[in-house]
């Protein structure tokens, strides 16, 4: 069993179309997040859910919509798709309690490629 | 602004020798640190954290040190093998509530044969 999965794992669409990825965790934890990590490697948060509440935006452009309908699901929308939106997205958890002990749990990535 | 700042060159060892990586930061004291490796095509896997008040942290042949006056923290892979070829992250909770993990630039150790 995947601990965090997300879907799909590539995703390849033309400049202005809306996509959606999405992610399920079966661990149990109470917080889940999105990161994107650039062609430099470099790993950013985006967005973190407690118990399906936002609770860290980090400056991301409106286009960007995650949605919680319940703490083992966070999703992420994207509309109007621009091509600096390229990279791999990738979801994680963790028991915010615990995180201090057992790190947050990644999911395997979503390659995006805008055209 | 908070850096996390990881060698930022590749690093290169034979079989068998020490690795050691370092993660320095700036402008914040972590309660703790954490490291990842992250391998091609996947997502970070946690290796170990340390605490503030603790000075070194072992787990099999990785060690993990943390120095919250110099603000850094070397992570040391011994007799290392090909199969620890990999990017290794490391990360500092920014939120304080274990909610904002933010990650270094991280360091691609290669250990060849």
């Known amino acids: 069993d995947t601990a965090v999965s997300q879907t799909p794992k590539y995703l390849v669409t033309q400049m202005g179309n809306d996509k959606s990825i999405k992610c399920e965790q079966n661990?149990?934890?109470?917080?889940m997040y999105w990161y994107k990590q650039d062609s430099k490697k470099f790993l950013k948060i985006m967005f973190s859910?407690?118990?399906?509440?936002?609770?860290i935006n980090e400056t991301v452009p409106n286009r960007f919509s995650p949605k919680s309908p319940d703490k083992a699901h966070l999703n992420l929308h994207i509309n109007s798709l621009e091509l600096g939106d390229s990279a791999v997205y990738f979801c994680?958890?963790?028991?915010?309690?615990?995180?201090?002990?057992?790190?947050?749990?990644f999911g395997s990535g979503t390659r995006l490629t805008v055209v | 602004s908070q850096k996390i700042e990881q060698n930022s060159e590749a690093l290169n060892i034979q079989e068998g020798k020490t690795a050691t990586l370092t993660c320095n930061y700036t402008n914040y004291s972590p309660a703790y640190l954490q490291w990842y490796r992250q391998d091609p095509g996947r997502g970070p896997v946690f290796l170990l954290l340390?605490?503030?008040?603790?000075k070194e942290k072992r787990k099999e042949r990785l060690k993990v040190t943390f120095d919250t006056t110099l603000k850094q923290s070397l992570f040391h892979i011994t007799a290392s093998q090909p199969a620890d070829s990999a990017t290794y992250l490391c990360?500092?909770?920014?939120?304080?509530?274990?909610?904002?993990?933010?990650f270094g630039t991280g360091t691609q150790l290669k250990v060849e044969l």
């Open positions: 859910y407690n118990n399906k509440e936002l609770i």
């Open positions: 994680a958890s963790s028991q915010v309690d615990r995180a201090s002990n057992y790190g947050y749990t």
């Open positions: 990360a500092l909770d920014m939120g304080g509530g274990g909610n904002k993990l933010t």
């Open positions: 661990l149990g934890h109470d917080t």
């Open positions: 340390i605490r503030e008040n603790e």
